[in-house]
């Protein structure tokens, strides 16, 4: 939205965050993310509001802050002003550049996409527990061990998968490796 008075100002909204001054921005803003390791990581733009398409780099970030409050003040002394915090999918965007990942996942780009109150759509599921883990009727154990390994990689969401798909793929193995483990009855 574009508001005209004495200078030209674009306010943008930053996911619940009100942006604009004359560098794009009215409050500069901090995104914080918890790691892996149980640190936080900080990603702070001050200069024009983080965007999607295409990633727009921070203009200051660093980790390793014991504490969420210790990281928004390392942020701020470093910015040298008062940062507004973001949501956390932003420092996880430019954490998984920095780790020469794609800075948003599919299923974070089709929900940024979605209208508001929408979800993504979900990935149509397979008809049998064969189809779920790509494998043949009849497999051995170690065939579905190994498919499920795939997949499960492939599914899980925090590896930008479904929850949903991660299950199934779950009650899938489960089903098979019982029906697998099964005493096959001879025929008459």
Partial sequence: MIRLGTERTIIRRVRGTRAADSTGLTTAVCSIVATRRRRYFWAAWWTGPPGIKPFRKPDASNGGAATEQEALLEAEAVARRQLSTAPPYWARAWNRILRGEPPFTARELAAA???????????????????????????????LRKAYRKRALETHPDRGGHAEAFLAVQRSYERLVARAKKPRRKAR
Avoid at 118 to 133: D, H, Q
């Fill in 113 to 143: 996409s979605a209208p508001k109150g929408e979800r993504a759509p979900r990935p149509v599921s397979p008809e049998s527990a064969s189809n779920v883990l790509g494998v043949q009727s009849g497999a051995n154990v170690d065939e």
